[in-house]
């Protein structure tokens, strides 16, 4: 009776392990080939805070968010 409660406990927390692996591996394929902010959304914002961004800011930044992902 307890080596069954085990078991499907130990098959629960390994099933919720490999799925949280396998979420994680789906989002960062999903986020690298949709990434949620893009160079034109970058000009906008920076638009927005009264600055007017250079093509080399723009490229710097996006290299920043790539780097963090």
């Known amino acids: 009776m307890l080596h069954d409660i085990l078991l499907v406990l130990l098959g629960l927390v390994i099933g919720a392990i490999i799925g949280f692996l396998l979420a994680r591996l789906y989002m960062k394929k999903y986020l690298k080939k949709n990434p949620p902010i893009n160079e034109k959304?970058?000009?906008t914002?920076?638009?927005g805070m009264g600055r007017k961004p250079s093509q080399k800011q723009v490229k710097e930044l996006m290299r920043q968010m790539n780097k963090m992902m």
């Open 45 to 47: 914002m920076m638009s």
């Open 41 to 43: 959304m970058i000009e």
